[in-house]
């Protein structure tokens, strides 16, 4: 009798819980009507927008896909792998199946692709748990302030663009001019607990020779590389960048520093242009959808500090200005929802100058918050010296400016070799935050007062 009644209860309580578990909606499959390049048009699906799908036809392997639109009746779908094989009417059943990466320590050492699937043949990641592609916006009032500065190993960052942690920074770039080196010394250098590596869209030849050359055994410790070479779908480069961002806030959310690098942000906005454009939606700017310039700020405010976990993520972004146009429409979006950027120079790169940083262009928003008195004052002086020389740069070359006619000038002559040698550095050489400032100082001393 007392178990009759024990499992009346149970039966009870399951019960409940049933009732309030929410509504699962049926999966209702439907066929494949039309492919049209890399977009595939189903009809009788129904499925969100962000759902998995799968694609089976007879005697191939299924495709898996995602839900990125609809019209009427008509459910669009792009695909995360490779397509041969598909036929016409082919089924597609959607998964309930989230958009989500396996995560956990195991990582760090590793480098995976878009599903997190391992590329260095260590063998399977063992991971803890499993973290959402999208996640939550932080509170704007839940944000840290940002106060400490990061030391990232190069001698002009640390001094004229000092980085704080948590800031979220922009590296605009041509083609060419060394941004990778430069991201391969910070990666070596940043005093961070962890460091996640977003390759995105580049050459496959780069993406090895990052991994194994620019950031070395050493560097790979403590570190988590996504590649999403350009060869993958835009939909698997789309969520390469997802991917490191979910990775880095996992990190972050056990109470780490992170140091985030997503290499580059214009090839995530190139692959969400093609995604739109395939689907149908009109371009805006330049070719670019409305959507791309929505993209954007979603994944770049995903990073920063949180109150309620303690860590943080400093995020660096690449972004290549094409045809080195710094008014071009990803790099003017960037400039304006990130914390400050680093603009590196191609005439510098090719007269041997590097890291081939444009001091003048380049700016740290949360700098004047970080910095002492003492150090502001030191590289607002250095910026001062070094732009009047540049003004006069011709003049001085061809020999018209007469030596006394401008003290300000003869000073900044006297001084130039020292700020050059201060913004020079070797790839393989790291300067601390505090070796940084010394030289900073030595740079902008007059040198009557340096002899004495």
């Known amino acids: 009798m007392a178990d009759k009644h024990r499992n009346n209860g149970w039966a009870e309580r399951l019960k409940g819980y049933r009732d309030n578990l929410p509504p699962i909606a049926p999966i209702v499959k439907g066929q494949l009507e039309r492919m049209a390049g890399l977009t595939l048009e189903a009809v009788g699906v129904r499925a969100a927008v962000g759902a998995r799908c799968l694609i089976e036809s007879p005697g191939s392997a299924p495709v898996e896909c995602e839900v990125v639109g609809f019209s009427s009746d ?30 956990g320590p195991q990582l760090l050492g590793r480098v995976i692709d878009a599903h ?33 500065p990061l030391d990232v190993g190069v001698r002009a960052i640390n001094g004229l663009l000092t980085i ?18 430069l991201l391969g010394m910070m ?39 996504v590649a999403v070479p350009a060869d993958n779908p835009p939909l698997q480069r789309l969520h390469g960048a997802m991917v490191a961002t979910s990775i880095a806030e996992y990190f972050r959310d056990q109470g780490q520093d992170v140091l985030l690098l997503v290499d580059s942000l214009t090839r995530f906005a190139q692959a969400q242009r093609e995604i739109a454009l395939a689907i149908g939606e009109p371009p805006a700017t330049k070719g670019y959808p409305p959507s791309v310039f929505a993209k954007l700020p979603q994944l770049v405010e995903r990073a920063g500090c949180s109150d309620e976990y303690g860590g943080s993520i400093t995020a660096i972004y690449t972004v290549l200005a ?47 918050t970080i910095a002492t008195p003492e150090q502001r004052t030191a590289a607002q002086q250095f910026r001062a010296t070094y732009s009047l020389y540049q003004e006069n740069r011709d003049l001085i070359n061809m020999g018209i400016y007469q030596q006394g006619s401008n003290p300000e000038l003869d000073k900044a002559i006297a001084q130039f070799p020292r700020l050059t040698s201060f913004l020079r550095q070797a790839p393989d050489e790291a300067v601390t935050f505090s070796e940084s400032l010394r030289h900073l100082e030595m740079a902008v001393t007059p040198m009557a007062t340096a002899q004495t």
């Not at 792998?81 to 597609?92: E, K, Q, R, Y």
């Not at 399977?124 to 944000?143: D, F, G, S, Y």
């Not at 704080?164 to 080196?181: I, N, P």
Request: proline share 7%; aromatic share 2%.
């Open 74 to 103: 008509k459910t669009y779908l792009m695909p995360t792998g490779d397509t041969h094989g598909i036929t016409p009417g082919a089924l597609v059943t959607p998964s309930r199946q989230k958009l989500e990466i396996p995560v």
């Open 116 to 148: 997190g699937q391992p590329l260095d043949g260590k063998g399977p990641i063992h991971m803890e748990r499993w973290q959402p592609l999208t996640a939550k916006p932080i509170n704007p009032l839940a944000r840290t302030p940002i106060h400490e």
């Open 164 to 181: 704080g942690r948590g800031q979220r920074m922009g590296l605009f770039a041509g083609s060419g001019v060394g941004k990778s080196v």
């Open 187 to 225: 990666t070596r250098n940043t005093a961070a607990d962890v460091t996640v590596v977003g390759l995105i869209g580049e050459r496959g030849r780069e993406v090895n020779e990052f991994v194994r050359d620019i950031l070395g055994t050493e560097g790979l410790e403590n570190a988590v590389v």
């Open 322 to 368: 094409e045809g080195d146009d710094q008014n071009d429409p990803v790099v003017d979006s960037a400039r304006a929802v990130l914390d400050g950027h680093i603009v590196l120079s191609r005439s510098l790169a090719e007269s041997g100058h590097y890291p081939a940083i444009d001091i003048e262009a380049s700016v740290s928003r949360l700098m004047h």
